[in-house]
Every structure is written in C-alpha cells, then in structure tokens.
C-alpha cells in the first residue's frame, strides 16, 4: 500500500500516514520501529507500508519512503523553470511586459517590431550575413534577444 506521511514527530517517534481510498481517507499510525531505512519520515514524504493489528485496529508497518516531499518539491521547481525557459516571449523595452513582439510594415517591407500593448519600437532591424548569402537582399533579420541569447527568424519577401 502507498499513502503520504500526515504527521510524524521525532521527539514521541510516532506519527501517521494518510492513504486516499476513492473519496475516503484512512489514517494509520506508525511508530519510528516500524520504519525500515536510515531516513527518518517528514510530513509530504510518499511511503510504502503494509498494515498489521493493532489494539486501536489497524496500524501501518514496515513503513519504507517512496518519495520525500523535498525532492518532489524540487521536481515540481525544475518543471517550473523549465516551462519557463521555453518562453518564447522576450521583455518590452519600454513598457517592461513580457511579449512577442509584431513586424510593422513599411513600402511592403518588415520595418520595426513593435510591441503590442504600448506600441513601442523595440530595436531596428538588422540584415542577416547568413540569410543575405543564402536568400539574397530580400531576406530580414528578426533577431529577438532572448535572455543573452539570440533566436532569428528570418522573413523572404515575396518575389515581385
């Protein structure tokens, strides 16, 4: 069985898990002999337990950690800046919001990148050596800097 430590304290050397049967929670207590490992359990930790008698009915034993909340903790952190990181908007200059940029348009070619809530310019644009070489003159460089980092798009007019 898997259940999730509710309470333990190191100073009585007993606690409880809570294990979720559909819309029913069952507690079971344990005491710090029934755990089987160096670590000591904390309230979050994910253990395994099998259940013997006891004289207040069930109680849990051979109480073995699955999982310690500080490492799911962790996890969830590293998920989080991870999503994070895939962010493809960058930082407005002027109005400092999170954002993607827009192209604005001049003579039919890309101008500016402007930003859509205070509609600030956020940099000129910049010709690509590598999108001029391979692409020609039409070829415009939407260089986005990214946190030190710079991702490129690169937009061809269209011949005519």
């Not at 205070?118 to 940099?123: D, G, L």
């Not at 999108?131 to 490129?152: I, N, P, S």
């Amino acid at each position: 069985m898997h259940g999730k430590v509710k309470w333990f304290s190191e100073s009585k050397g007993f606690g409880f898990i809570t294990q979720s049967l559909d819309d029913d929670f069952q507690d079971y207590f344990f005491h710090i002999t029934d755990v089987i490992g160096p670590d000591t359990p904390r309230p979050g930790d994910i253990v395994a337990f099998s259940l013997k008698p006891s004289k207040r009915g069930k109680a849990a034993a051979e109480v073995r950690i699955v999982e310690t909340a500080v490492a799911r903790a962790r996890e969830e952190q590293d998920e989080r800046r991870e999503r994070r990181s895939r962010d493809d908007r960058v930082k407005c200059v002027s109005c400092g919001k999170r954002m993607v940029p827009r192209l604005q348009f001049k003579d039919g070619e890309p101008h500016a990148r402007i930003c859509p809530f205070c509609m600030a310019s956020q940099e000129e644009e910049k010709a690509c050596f590598i999108a001029t070489a391979v692409f020609g003159d039409e070829a415009v460089d939407c260089g986005l800097q990214v946190d030190d980092r710079v991702e490129h798009a690169v937009l061809v007019s269209a011949p005519g």
